[in-house]
């Protein structure tokens, strides 16, 4: 069985002692291929020095809706030479987060707009953070519509607003909310998207799966997620594996 971690954080200090065994049990339970997320400017060359160093990880560069008030032109031309390295292939995490409000809502607008372009410009995916800012993400994605590929990860919203993005040629990325126990709505989500079109995700250290909730989260816990989704699905686990693989392969342009 072949898995692609379609968003993990495995710079996050708290793998800092284990970052090894975690990638040596990823390979054991088949994770095949990580990309890593970025979220500032700081995290930029961190995340090309851990794509160079472990083969299994490719990386994406940007700036996360929180620390969107950091960001300068400057940021974007770091983000560009980056992007020219055979492993960084996507732009990402990007988007809007009106839950925590870190950074101002015009200025989450303003750099979510420019990353976009950038992606647009340099014909890579983009990896979108959208949390209580559906509205205001579908009406800059739409305006930002040519050229847009991606994937919308941690999907947390309604049918609507899936068909809407899957209307823009986005996938969407599920995770480990699908094996919460009060998770009906996301689970009958999951089972009603199409099937060429969704990828799995740990966004680790964060949203551990069931049966491990409350601890870390790692990629090496990813076949939980497959497990939920394939339930869902009522699929064989091996023949969703195969899809989302080629699905991961596809979003990010490796075949
Ligand atoms: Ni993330």
Redesign the pocket.
Known sequence: MKLFDT?A?ILDARFDADRDEVLKRCREVGVERIME?C?DEAEIDAVLALAEKEEMVVGSVGV?PHAAREMTNATLDKMEQALAHPKILAVG?IGLDYHYDFSPRDVQRHWLGQQLALAAQKNVPVIL?NRESSGDMLEILTAHKNGLRGVM??FSGSYETAARCLDLGLYIGLGGPLTFGNAVKPRELAARLPIDRLVIET?CP?LTPVPFRGKRNDPSLLPYILTALAQCRRMDEQELAEQLFANSLALFQLI
């Open positions: 968003h954080h997320g979220c996360h995490e953070h990860h941690s966004d964060y």
